[in-house]
C-alpha cells in the first residue's frame, strides 16, 4: 500500500533528521520543501532568488511558488508508491492545494512535539554547525510564530490522521517511538 505520510513539527523539531530516517525504513522519498528551496537558493534560480529573503526572514514563501515545485515533485515515478513529506504543508491553503489531487492525499500525519526552549536551542547549535541564513534569533522567533499561526492548523485539518509524537530525547528513542506509532496506524 502507497504510504502518503506527512511529518509536522515545529522548526528545530528534528523533522529532516527523522525524515531522512524515516525515508530509507519505508523505502518512500523524502521530498523536503525547505531542501528544495534552499537548492534551488544555492543554484541562483529564478525560485531561488524570488525565495531567498524572505526564507532569511522566516516568512513563508508564496503557496504559489511552493504547490508548483511540490506538484512536479510528486509527479515523478519515485513518488508513485508513497512518500513522505517535510515541510509541506505548510498552511490550511497548501494542504488544500494538495487535497484537490486525491492521488496525493495524505493518509498519516506524524506531528512531532518538542518544547519552545529545546527547538529555539537545537536551531542555535544547527546555526553553529550548518550556517543556515534562517537560523538567527530574529528570523528563528518568527519561524516559530508563523508554525503556531500558519502550520498547527493543519493539525485539526488532519484530524484522526494525526499521530502524536513525543520528539525530546535522543534522535534514535524519537525514531523508535515514530515507527511504532506508524505501525499501529
Ligand atoms: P524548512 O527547512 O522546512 O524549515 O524551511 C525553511 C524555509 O523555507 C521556511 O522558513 C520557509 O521560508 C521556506 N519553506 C519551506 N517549505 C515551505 C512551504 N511549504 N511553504 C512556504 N515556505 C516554505
Redesign the pocket.
Known amino acids: 500500500m502507497a504510504r502518503r505520510i506527512l511529518l509536522l513539527g515545529p522548526?528545530?523539531a528534528g523533522?529532516?533528521t527523522q525524515a531522512t530516517l524515516i525515508s530509507s525504513a519505508l523505502h518512500v522519498p523524502h521530498i523536503?520543501?525547505?531542501?528544495?528551496?534552499?537548492a534551488a537558493v544555492a543554484a541562483r534560480t529564478d525560485l531561488g532568488k524570488q525565495?531567498e529573503s524572505?526564507?532569511?526572514?522566516?516568512?513563508?514563501?508564496?503557496?504559489e511558488?511552493?504547490v508548483a515545485i511540490?506538484d512536479e515533485r510528486l509527479a515523478q515515478e519515485d513518488a508513485r508508491c508513497g512518500y513522505l513529506l517535510?515541510?509541506?504543508?505548510?498552511?490550511v491553503a497548501?494542504a488544500d492545494a494538495l487535497n484537490d489531487s486525491v492521488v496525493n492525499a495524505i493518509g498519516t500525519v506524524v506531528l512531532l512535539n518538542v518544547d519552545a526552549e529545546e527547538v529555539i536551542a537545537r536551531m542555535m547549535h544547527r546555526a553553529e554547525e550548518e550556517g543556515?541564513a534562517?537560523d538567527n534569533e530574529e528570523?528563528i522567533r518568527r519561524?516559530l510564530e508563523?508554525y503556531s499561526a500558519d502550520t498547527i492548523p493543519l493539525v485539526t485539518f488532519y484530524g484522526s490522521a494525526v499521530l502524536d509524537v513525543d520528539g525530546m530525547g535522543s534522535v534514535d528513542a524519537v525514531f523508535s517511538r515514530i515507527m511504532i506509532a506508524l505501525a499501529r496506524s
Open positions: 522548526p528545530g523533522k529532516g523536503s520543501t525547505g531542501e528544495m528551496l534552499r525565495a524572505v526564507m532569511a526572514a522566516g516568512e513563508l514563501v508564496s503557496d511558488l511552493v511540490v517535510d515541510g509541506f504543508p505548510r498552511n497548501q543556515r534562517d528570523a519561524r508563523v
